[in-house]
């Protein structure tokens, strides 16, 4: 039987926007659940109802009728180890709420470069929350489908860009596979409609490799709105400054994650089943917000 209505959980963030849209585009009845309605009034989602992850009771009753849902949560950046997360104690409400409502498939968003956790000695505790939110999803009983992106072009938007230039942290060593979320939300709604009751995972990689700096200069060239120009941050004062806020620290991992992380191209199956990304940097940057 195939999916019909599907429920979004983060749909009103940089990422789960252009999902949400792309699922409406695509003709599911798709279900906007947030902590703030009024926030996804612009989706075009068939309802919006009001949920969160750490309501069980909300979840329960924004599921009912639902044969999908889309989960696009992450830790934020201040939390700490201590802190309940979003990902994981969160996620064990939506499973509890998915199967009272017997939902067949559920999707997630969760990252290509977590990969690099535990090597050459990087050890950070926000990948292995990503790594549990995996494991529970695959014990959850439910057909579940992982999606593990490469990196955004939205991440050249604000705070990234701010006074006229875009502040790069370090220097990152190898190319990444750059995606737009446009291109990504048409990759999940394509995977909604293959059949089936299998466990599945996609890697998310875009049609063209950079290094950070080259993304940044790509953008900067193609940006119409202001002149830009790219200010270079070492990433010891990041660190140093890390030690004294949790938020600073936050960036200074993922982005020395983001910087060491020997990724390849590992997406040709996705491109296979869930058609290849279409939008270049350059495209993108030109009507970037």
Not at 28 to 39: E, F, H, L, M, S
Not at 95 to 122: C, P, Q, T, W
Not at 211 to 234: G, K, M, Q, S, W
Not at 235 to 247: D, Q, T
């Amino acid at each position: 039987m195939p999916i019909r209505r599907v429920a979004v959980l983060g749909a009103t963030g940089t990422l789960g926007r252009p999902v949400a849209r792309e699922l409406v585009a695509a003709g599911y009845a798709v279900t906007v659940v947030a902590r703030d309605p009024i926030k996804a009034a612009s989706l075009g989602a068939t309802d919006v109802v009001p949920g969160d992850v750490f309501d069980p009771a909300s979840l329960r009753k924004a599921f009912a009728g639902t044969d999908a849902v889309y989960i696009n949560l992450s830790v934020r950046p201040g939390e700490k180890w201590s802190d309940p997360h979003a990902e994981t104690h969160g996620l064990r409400n939506i499973l509890e709420a998915a199967r009272a409502n017997r939902v067949r498939r559920l999707a997630m968003i969760s990252s290509l470069v977590k990969s690099y956790h535990g090597h050459d000695g990087f050890d950070w505790w926000v990948f292995d929350v990503k790594n549990q939110a995996v494991r529970l999803l695959r014990e959850s009983g439910i057909a579940s489908t992982v999606f593990y992106p490469s990196t955004f072009f939205e991440n050249f938007g604000p705070p990234a860009r701010e006074g006229g230039k875009i502040r790069l942290i370090g220097k990152s060593k190898h190319p990444m596979w750059f995606i737009g979320g446009r291109d990504y939300g048409r990759q999940v709604a394509r995977a909604f409609a293959i059949e089936g009751d299998d466990d599945r995972d996609y890697a998310v990689q875009g049609p063209e490799a950079f290094t950070y700096e080259e993304a940044a200069r790509v953008f900067a060239e193609n940006y119409p709105r202001e002149r830009l120009t790219i200010a270079h941050i070492p990433m010891l004062l990041v660190r140093g400054m890390g030690l004294f806020s949790p938020r600073i620290g936050y960036f200074a991992a993922i982005v020395e994650a983001l910087n060491e992380y020997p990724e390849s191209f590992v997406a040709q199956r996705t491109w296979n089943e869930l058609g290849k990304p279409e939008t270049t940097l350059a495209e993108w940057a030109k009507t970037a917000p």
